[in-house]
Nanobody, 118 residues
Framework: QVQLVESGGGLVQPGGSLRLTCAAS????????MNWYRQAPGKQRELVAT????????TYADSVKDRFTISRDGDKNTVYLQMNSLKPEDTAVYYC???????????WGQGTQVTVSS
């Protein structure tokens, strides 16, 4: 069965950095676009970053552009989210998602908490 396991969350001061990791198993990793979503308390889940399955094209939400970088390693079946210049408004649970072209939903990880606070 497909499993997505996130790690790397934690407490960081404003302006700091974190790198989230999502390890995938039970799937043909190269066939899936990988996404990072986040959900803050009282807010809807929002798409933060996407990397396509084969060409590796990346897209970002305007709120994180130029601060976050998504990448993938096909040898390790892993996707990363490097987060720099973190702000308090980045505080949320971050979720990894795997989805193929034309599909809705896809597979989800359990989430990892990121808290940005002094």
């Amino acid at each position: 069965q497909v499993q997505l396991v996130e790690s790397g969350g934690g407490l960081v001061q404003p302006g700091g950095s974190l790198r989230l990791t999502c390890a995938a198993s039970g799937m043909v990793f190269r066939r899936y676009a990988m996404n990072w979503y986040r959900q803050a308390p009282g807010k809807q889940r929002e798409l933060v970053a996407t990397i396509t399955s084969t060409s590796g094209i990346t897209t970002y939400a305007d709120s994180v552009k130029d601060r976050f970088t998504i990448s993938r390693d096909g040898d390790k079946n892993t996707v990363y989210l490097q987060m720099n210049s973190l702000k308090p408004e980045d505080t949320a649970v971050y979720y990894c998602n795997a989805r193929r072209i034309g599909e809705t939903g896809g597979y989800w990880g359990q989430g990892t908490q990121v808290t940005v606070s002094s």
